[in-house]
């Protein structure tokens, strides 16, 4: 995939330099749900924790994608803070994961960044910036600019973002008409460059295919076809691959990661499941209830977790997942009979006592 | 891992076809199992893998087309319909499917829910009852869930009534079809926990998932279903730390885990061609 557009346009890197779509509306195709989008509050508060991104970051002369800055979200209508302070920014190439139960607040955060929180949910304070630009105060017609174009989502279930009754090549290309302006031979053309981009075997037959005769796997294909059809600078996927197979779940995380090193696509990947994100992204937020429990470089997060919440997810990995077999099988390679408490990063987590699972178990 | 020797449940070349004629198709092909008491196999398989046919030629629910099923020693291959739901109505095999909401009635509070399978053997209401509260206790779950509707209860709470549901008939044999695919990880390990406590006990478990990860941690022995025919059998540690077959080592390659890095994009690529040369 490249920028390069087949109609000889140039491409335009900053969005505000794009040209303004025709006011068609939310094409159908658009993955970002067309919730109507409430207004933001003007959040009028600084920024307010430092970045902790460090090292691993690039040159701080590249500008954000994504700059999510203390933000907080309040259900009006019980009169409750749901989310309490999220900050992370977000470089282009880069991919930040957000961790946490049903219920931690990751995707209402996701939502937030959208402009799609649901009807009586709003961003109280706080502020989001995608691409330089505060979202706040957008209007509708200009969150309808943004969304494609500069930022696109993918959600856990495909079938629900496409039409059942479009064939899907199409709704691809109307999202190209729609956001780059394309007549629409080019994009047809364009479309089934994009699928044969996500690794679909016979793009010309799945273009003229319906969502009911593709498997799971190829809709979340062409979903991020979709998404990825107007070159988002972001591209937030909300457990993108959770219904999908291990084997087909491998392949989406690998063609997310092409489109980073390729394209300097911005991830947010939000999953429940820890090893998802440790195996995509640099950075790591662990949510619980709302709250950032812990937010840092992956390797960090894993090796070593500070909040009781993260040794928990990471002590289930080991002791009912996958890690359990394969940690033995590295010991074998690598024998420390004398473990230094320092050095192990997986100390004092061991087997999660019954009693502060229960605990846990007790606030759900 | 086996305790007393003669297995709960023996699956000996089992076939089972879809659709007539020409449309005739191979579901599942040449599949033998056995399961003791006391142990946990897990059955790997990914979409189409035939795992599902698998569950439901073993409850009854499809014919077989071949091959032997044999239920605590006694042949069902040749049950009639009406056979097959007498013995399902014994509860000798029980079975807990992925969506708890689907399988409990969404009008009948979780305490009717429950006692239901006993009423319909007989067991006086009084003490279907305390049963079934003894086995909400042992699902881990309170006392004062017990007059609400599945609606009212969260997706893990569901699943422990749909599991506590399955043991008030005692069963020796209970077939899991991705029981906790749903479910966050907190309430993922609350239902492994119970299922091992199961175990432990002396029943028999069938779990079935597309997901090595969700297995591994209770399964003694891994059998890995691909295309309708079971392409390695192993102890479960075999199965994930040596995996033979290209498929096994492709699904060990792609579970994402949190320290050793997952097989490379390469690797992958290879075993897939390998897969369909």
Partial sequence: ?364 | MSADGRPVLQVADLEVHYGLRRRRRRVLHGVSLSVARGETVGVIGETGSGKSTFARAVLGLVRASGGRILIDGEDVSRYSARQWRALRRRGVVQYVFQDPLRSLDPDLPIEESLIEPLLVQGVGRKEAVERGRAYLARVRLDSELFGRLPGELSGGQRQRVAVARVLVTEPALIILDEPVSALDSANRVGILEILKELRDAGVALIFISHDLGSVAGVADRIAVLYQGEFVEVGDARAVISNPRHPYARLLVGSAPTLRSAAASRAERDALRALLHA
């Avoid at chain 1, 949510?287 to 470089?297: K, Q, Y």
């Fill in chain 1, 1 to 364: 995939m490249t920028r390069t557009r087949s109609d000889g346009t140039a491409t335009a890197t900053v969005p505000a330099a794009r040209p303004a779509d025709p006011p068609a509306g939310q094409p159908p195709a658009v993955p970002s749900p067309a919730v109507p989008s409430p207004a933001v509050p003007s959040p009028a508060v600084a920024p307010t924790t430092a970045d902790p991104q460090s090292a691993a970051a690039p040159p701080a002369a590249q500008a954000p994608a994504l700059t999510v800055r203390g933000v907080r979200i309040r259900d009006e209508v019980n009169d409750r803070e749901i989310v309490h302070g999220v900050s992370f920014e977000l470089r282009p190439g880069r991919a930040v994961g957000i961790v946490g139960e049903s219920g931690s607040g990751k995707t209402l955060t996701c939502r937030a960044i959208l402009g799609i929180l649901p009807a009586h949910f709003a961003v109280s304070a706080g502020s989001i910036e995608i691409a330089g630009r505060d979202i706040a105060g957008l209007t509708t017609p200009q969150w309808t600019d943004l969304r494609g174009s500069t930022i696109s989502a993918v959600f856990q279930d495909p079938a629900s973002y496409l039409n059942p009754s479009l064939k899907v090549g199409v709704q691809i290309a109307e999202v190209i008409q729609v956001k780059s302006g394309l007549r629409r031979r080019a994009a047809r053309r364009r479309a089934l460059e994009l699928l044969t981009a996500v690794h679909l075997r016979d793009p010309e037959l799945v273009y003229d295919q319906y969502t009911f005769e593709l498997s799971g796997g190829m809709l979340q294909r062409v979903l991020i076809a979709t998404a990825i059809a107007a070159d988002p600078q972001v591209l937030i996927a909300d457990e993108a691959t959770t219904a999908l197979d291990v084997t087909v779940q491998a392949e989406i995380l690998d063609l997310l990661a092409d489109l980073r090193e390729r394209n300097g696509l911005a991830l947010v990947v939000v999953s429940h499941d820890l090893a998802v994100v440790a195996q995509v992204c640099d950075e790591v937020l662990v949510m619980r209830e709302g709250e950032v429990v812990e937010h840092g470089p992956t390797a960090d997060v894993l090796y070593h977790p500070r909040h009781e919440y993260t040794r928990l997810l990471i002590a289930e990995h080991e002791q009912y997942g996958l890690d359990r077999y394969l940690a033995d099988s590295d010991s074998t390679t690598d024998p420390d009979p004398d473990p230094d408490p320092e050095a192990d990063p997986h100390a004092g987590i061991g087997p999660v006592a019954g009693e502060q699972r229960k605990e846990l178990d007790d606030v759900r």
